[in-house]
């Protein structure tokens, strides 16, 4: 078989849901909604949080990045997949698919680490109150969402680069809504058995190890929230923990699909759904799934709109 070099080809042709669907348009028309209520709700929440002194506490300082990796990993995917529908012209080219590959591995490395490190912040609100602000104090806040950022992207550096520097076969149709590491390597002309495992082996670290620390967060919170005398601090607790185990669950779910099971377990049908799931339909219901039940969000957010109200009259 012919191999595509890379530096003087044209690039790659993602044939991804919005041309293998039998009603396009109808799709292309939701992930449209989808991706405006992303950038709506996520960036009102982080307007929110900025705005109103009385959210500037650990929890919603995690919450806002959050909700910034979201407004960022949905971006990274879905303007480009909607204005090549509208465009019918789905080429990218081999520096886009690298970058395109970097971003998401980052934004969802990120995510990833961040959720373990918003559970021990729920563990420690409630398992320990008193001594919340010293465990979670502002230099340890920024400590966590420095180390979020930073190791995913070595992460991603290192996948993006090692991915990119195999042969790629004439045929340059990723199967996939966007240049991810599994229907890229399908395109390889070479062995990629040693770096499938690899990659296993890193999806284990980056997904499996921090589930582990949200699943042991959560047992030690739920025996916390059942010996508590309060009722209302009991539903106080189990509301916050319900909408962060919810989206824990969602995103979890999709990324152990797409980077844990074996190559054996994908269709290009499957993983394209999947795909959708964890770049669009997530970060679209993140910011409602913690704001509609959290009442000092709703009141911020009323406060805040309020102030421009005025100041608009």
Not at 53 to 79: C, G, I, K, N
Not at 117 to 129: E, L, T, W
Not at 144 to 168: E, R
Not at 223 to 234: I, N
Request: with cysteine.
């Amino acid at each position: 078989m012919e191999l595509w070099n890379s530096t003087s080809g044209s690039g790659f042709i993602l044939v991804g849901i919005l041309t293998n669907t039998g009603s396009p348009e109808l799709l292309c028309a939701t992930i449209a909604v989808l991706y405006m209520l992303a950038l709506t709700s996520n960036g009102l929440l982080l307007l929110v949080i900025t705005m109103d002194t009385r959210l500037h506490v650990p929890m919603y300082l995690l919450l806002a990045q959050l909700s910034l990796m979201d407004l960022l990993f949905t971006s990274v995917v879905t303007p480009k997949a909607l204005l090549d529908f509208l465009s019918r012209d789905n080429t990218i080219s081999f520096g886009g698919c690298a970058l395109q590959m970097f971003l998401a591995l980052t934004l969802g490395g990120a995510e990833d680490l961040l959720l373990a490190f918003m559970a021990y912040d729920r563990y420690v609100a409630i398992c320990h109150p008193l001594n919340y602000m010293v465990l979670m104090r502002p230099r340890v806040c920024w400590l966590m969402v420095a180390t979020s950022w930073i190791l995913a992207s070595l992460n991603a550096l290192g996948h993006t680069v090692y991915t990119m520097h195999f042969p790629f076969c004439r045929s340059l149709e990723i199967r996939h809504l966007l240049c991810e590491i599994p229907p890229l390597l399908k395109l390889a002309c070479a062995d990629t058995s040693r770096y499938e495992l690899m990659l296993y082996v890193t999806g284990v670290t980056f997904l499996l190890l921090p589930l582990s620390a949200i699943i042991a967060s959560y047992t030690l919170i739920l025996f916390t929230v059942l010996h508590m005398s309060s009722s209302e601090g009991r539903k106080k607790a189990l509301v916050t923990c319900s909408s962060h185990l919810t989206v824990v669950g969602m995103f979890f779910g999709a990324a152990t699909f797409m980077y844990v099971l074996p190559s054996s377990f994908h269709n290009p049908k499957q993983d394209n759904i999947i795909s959708v799931f964890y770049t669009i339909v997530t970060p679209a219901l993140n910011p409602l799934i913690y704001s509609l039940r959290n009442k000092e969000v709703m009141g911020a957010l009323r406060r805040v709109l309020g102030k421009h109200f005025l100041l608009t009259q």
